[in-house]
């Protein structure tokens, strides 16, 4: 698999996924599956939709998770933002 792509739960991320990290995976997804790191003109509609169908099914599956083990919550809150 690609090695851009990274987990996107916790551990591996010390806070909840955020839509950027989820889009980024979703787009290395596709640049590689699809061969291309950007579509010609008459790709791009399909490219972009491939994208947001895998952002999509991504974020159901890190939402349905349930990870056991790891000493309780199933999802870390982002940090409170200090501003």
């Known amino acids: 698999m ?5 987990t996107l739960r916790p551990p591996a991320l010390p806070h909840e996924a955020t839509e950027d990290d989820v889009r980024a995976a979703a787009l290395q997804f596709v ?3 699809s061969g291309f790191r950007a ?9 972009e939709r ?3 169908e895998i ?4 974020r159901a599956l890190l ?3 349930e990870v056991r083990g790891g000493g ?3 999802r870390v809150p982002e940090p ?3 501003g």
């Open 31 to 33: 640049r590689k599956v």
């Open 63 to 65: 939402d349905g998770l």
């Open 55 to 58: 952002a999509e099914a991504t």
């Open 39 to 47: 579509p010609a003109a008459h790709n791009r509609e399909v490219f």
């Open 50 to 52: 491939a994208v947001d």
């Open 80 to 82: 409170a933002d200090a």
């Open 2 to 6: 690609c090695r851009s792509i990274k």
């Open 72 to 74: 309780g919550a199933t």
